[in-house]
C-alpha cells in the first residue's frame, strides 16, 4: 500500500472518529440558549443565539438554534404540546385549527435558510451536518403541529431520518442525531395498520420499539435533544399506561426547568400515588 494512499486512509479515518467530537465541543452559549428554551425562556434565548452567531457566524447551528426557540416559542403560545401529545387520541396529532404567528414563521424560516446555507459551505462538517438534520426535524414539526400539512411533514421526517442515518453511520455516537430515528418510528407506529403498511411502501419506518430506543438513547446522551426526547418518552409511557414511569420523568423536568409549567401541569394529572403509611 502505497503512503500517499495509507494517509488518505488515516485521514478519512480520523475525520470520522472526529465528527461527533466537533459536534458536542460547541461553546457552552448553545448549552445556555438551550436551557433558557426549555425553560420558556424565550427572549433570553434568542439573546444567547445571537450572540453565539456573533461570535461563530460560519456555524450553522447558531441560527438552526435560533429557529428552533422560535418554534417552542409558537409551541408554547398555541398550547400545543398539550393538546396535541397529551391527549388520548391515539394518533398524537389532530385537525384543531391554529392561528399562527405570520411574523414568527418568517423569523423561523428566514433563520432555517441561513442553516441550511451555512451548511451548504461545508457539508461535510460535524455542525453542518448536524445542523441539517436539526432544521428538517423543526420545519417537519412546524408543518405537522401548526400547519396541519401532513404528507409535507412526513416527507421531511423521512428525509431528516435519512440525514440522521448518514451522519450515525460516520458516527454512531452523534446521540441528539438519534431522535430523528426515533421520533419518525414511534410517531408513525401508532398509526393504523393498514396506514402504517402504506407509510412503509412510501420508505418510512414504523418500528414502535425501535422509536423508544433511540428516542432514550438521546434522552440519557443527547446534548441539545435530551429534553425533548425525554417529553416523548413521558408520553409514550402515559399512553401505555405507565404513570410511575411518566411521573419520574416529568418529575426531572420540572426540576430542572422550573419556569415551564407544562410539566407540573401534566404531573397534577397524574393519579396520587398510593402506598402504605409509616405510623
Known amino acids: 500500500m502505497s503512503a500517499f494512499i495509507f494517509n488518505r486512509m488515516i485521514s478519512r479515518l480520523s475525520a470520522v472518529v472526529l465528527i461527533c467530537a466537533a459536534a458536542h465541543a460547541s461553546p457552552a452559549l448553545l448549552d445556555q440558549g438551550y436551557r433558557q428554551m426549555y425553560d420558556l425562556r424565550f427572549p433570553e434565548a434568542h439573546q444567547t443565539f445571537a450572540e453565539y452567531q456573533r461570535q461563530h457566524p460560519e456555524d450553522p447551528l447558531g441560527p438552526v438554534s435560533d429557529a428552533a426557540a422560535y418554534l417552542f416559542s409558537e409551541f408554547d403560545r398555541l398550547h400545543i404540546l398539550q393538546s396535541e401529545f397529551f391527549t388520548q387520541d391515539r394518533h398524537f396529532i389532530t385537525d384543531r385549527k391554529l392561528a399562527p404567528d405570520p411574523e414568527l414563521k418568517r423569523k423561523f424560516e428566514a433563520a432555517l435558510e441561513a442553516g441550511r446555507r451555512l451548511s451548504a459551505r461545508t457539508p461535510g462538517d460535524a455542525n453542518a451536518m448536524f445542523a441539517v438534520v436539526l432544521a428538517g426535524g423543526l420545519h417537519g414539526d412546524y408543518l405537522a403541529l401548526i400547519d396541519k400539512r401532513y404528507a409535507a411533514a412526513f416527507q ?109 401541569l401534566e404531573l397534577a394529572k397524574l393519579p396520587p400515588v398510593t402506598g402504605v403509611v409509616v405510623r
Open 156 to 264: 421531511e421526517m423521512k428525509a431528516g431520518r435519512q440525514q440522521a442515518e448518514r451522519l450515525l453511520a460516520a458516527d454512531p455516537q452523534c446521540y441528539d442525531a438519534w431522535i430523528a430515528v426515533g421520533v419518525e418510528n414511534y410517531m408513525l407506529s401508532v398509526k393504523a395498520a393498514p396506514v402504517r403498511w402504506l407509510l412503509r411502501l412510501a420508505g418510512g419506518e414504523t418500528d414502535r420499539a425501535v422509536g423508544l430506543r433511540k428516542l432514550r438513547l438521546t434522552a440519557e446522551k443527547g446534548r441539545y435533544l435530551a429534553p425533548f426526547a425525554k417529553l416523548l418518552l413521558a408520553v409514550a409511557a402515559l399512553r401505555d399506561n405507565d404513570a410511575a414511569q411518566a411521573r419520574q420523568i416529568l418529575d426531572g423536568l420540572s426540576r430542572e426547568y422550573p419556569h415551564n409549567p407544562l410539566y407540573a
